[in-house]
């Protein structure tokens, strides 16, 4: 009995997929190209359930998109059940009622109508998921949210419509005695409120976990203190990164692989391994080149580990399989953080 899950190589997204003997779980639809090859390649027939954190377009694709790609997929998938975020059909609901004149929205309307027949015919279900709400579980492979709650949420959809990367689901997959712990694009307030669940319920375990995927993709929040805490908290063997080469926000940011070092070299913890998708900048350029660059991406997209598997069996062993050969790999950075060598001045 083994349970893979892969990180594709999505760029500055997320797009994982989970398998059991049981079961294949999605979670989130960064470059739906990437991953209708990947399930096509893999001849997936049935997808159990769809995790979406949440309604930002390196994670959702659109509700049209989406949509379509079920469309696509159907005559040689079946979807059982979609968790989409919380509130985003009565966001686009109220788009189609304000916007008439726009020619997206009758489309919008469209993937709409089909959503609701989907789900009144029983054909595929459409639920929110939040903490200690609704937990996924068949053989050994067990999956719940621990944020946000709907406390939480509400409460901050009341304050405002953005900042959605603060209610990004945060989904804890547990497979035998193996655990990770997908942190989506958490930050800010959300990050906080996180951190401060886990320290309460620290009598349980749930906050420890042998993988954990990095949050939004190499950024260091302004309240990365919290974010750090966290991460001694989970006390991960292993930290993955889907990160994106060309991306124009300074990703990987130097503070974040500082702290993935800092915890490897705490021997109080066991964080041995931190690994990205794709090749930064952060690992290209030298500190002071950096500077004069502002927060621009490398030229072009480059594979680093590429796509990335770990295969676990239910006593909690794990291997890392990745596309490329990593460890050859990072010879030609110059400033490869994971290999020790980057520059932080």
């Known amino acids: 009995m083994t349970c893979q899950i892969t990180f594709l190589p999505v760029g500055n997204a997320d797009s994982i997929v989970i398998q059991s003997e049981d079961s294949t779980i999605i979670v989130d639809l960064g470059k739906l190209d990437v991953l209708e090859d990947w399930l096509h390649n893999n001849e997936i027939s049935k997808i159990d359930r769809i995790y979406i954190t949440h309604a930002h377009g390196d994670h959702f694709p659109s509700i049209i998109r989406f949509v379509d790609f079920i469309i696509n997929s159907q005559e040689k998938i079946t979807i059982e059940k979609v968790h989409l975020p919380y509130r985003v059909i009565e966001v686009a609901r109220k788009k189609v009622m304000s916007d008439e004149n726009n020619p997206r929205v009758g489309k919008l309307r469209l993937a709409l109508k089909r959503i609701s027949e989907w789900d009144e015919k029983y054909i595929i279900k459409f639920t929110p998921i939040l903490r200690d709400g609704e937990q996924y579980s068949e053989g050994a492979l067990r999956i719940k949210a621990l944020h946000p709650s709907q406390n939480y949420i509400e409460n901050h959809l009341a304050l405002t419509n953005s900042k959605l990367n603060e209610i990004s689901t945060i989904l804890r997959v547990d497979y035998g005695k193996l655990s990770a712990l997908l942190l ?53 063997e292993l930290a ?13 940011e130097p503070e974040l692989f500082k702290a993935l070092i800092d915890l490897q070299q705490n021997s109080d913890r ?35 580990a590429g796509e990335i598997a770990i295969i676990a069996d239910v006593s909690g062993k794990w291997d890392l399989k990745t596309e490329t050969d990593h460890s050859n790999e990072i010879k030609n950075f110059q400033y490869a953080a994971c290999d020790g060598r980057g520059d932080f001045i």
Do not use: W
């Open 270 to 304: 066991c964080l041995t391994k931190f690994i990205c998708t794709e090749v930064t900048r952060t690992c290209v350029h030298s500190a002071s080149d950096r500077s004069v660059k502002e927060k621009s991406g490398l030229a072009k997209s480059q594979k680093c």
């Open 184 to 236: 989506a694009d958490i930050e800010g307030a959300g990050l906080t409120e996180l951190l401060n669940f886990l320290k309460l319920n620290s009598k349980n375990t749930d906050f420890i976990a042998n993988i954990v995927k990095m949050s939004h993709h190499g950024a260091y929040p302004k309240n990365g203190k919290d974010l750090e805490e966290l991460l001694a908290l989970v006390d991960a």
């Open 240 to 252: 993955v990164l889907s990160v994106g080469s060309t991306n124009p926000y300074g990703h990987v």
